[in-house]
């Protein structure tokens, strides 16, 4: 399964970006989705996953209530919506992929897209 991440880009501070996960040549209806974020210098952090039956889970608290995961099965999209951003929101997201439920660690997660750059800046 390979995924691929739409464009990330430059958003100002209280400003939303919605992110998508597609796979290619695959389907996703059995999968569940990760959306990891990178700040330089860290690791990567889960900050939402949604199973393949449709349950989301958003991890950190500093992101809870502001990002949200849906998916499409008529699209075969994943989606992450990021309202009322922040500077500390800036970072490559990516997504990962593994079956069927979601699992907090990233070395549980076996296929990943290419990563893109979200910068909330004013």
């Known amino acids: 399964l390979q995924l691929v991440e739409s464009e990330g880009g430059l958003v100002q501070p209280g400003g939303s970006l919605r992110l998508s996960c597609a796979p290619v040549g695959s389907i996703l209806d059995n999968y569940a989705i990760g959306w990891f974020r990178q700040v330089p210098g860290g690791e990567r952090e889960l900050v939402s996953c949604?199973?393949?039956?449709?349950?989301?889970?958003t991890y950190p608290d500093s992101v809870k209530g502001r990002f949200t995961t849906s998916r499409s099965s008529i699209e075969n999209r994943v989606y992450l919506q990021m309202t009322s951003l922040k500077p500390e929101d800036t970072g490559i997201y990516y997504c990962a992929s593994r079956w069927n439920s979601c699992r907090r660690e990233s070395q549980l997660f076996e296929q990943w897209g290419q990563g893109t750059q979200v910068t909330v800046s004013s």
């Open positions: 949604i199973s393949s039956s449709g349950i989301v889970s």
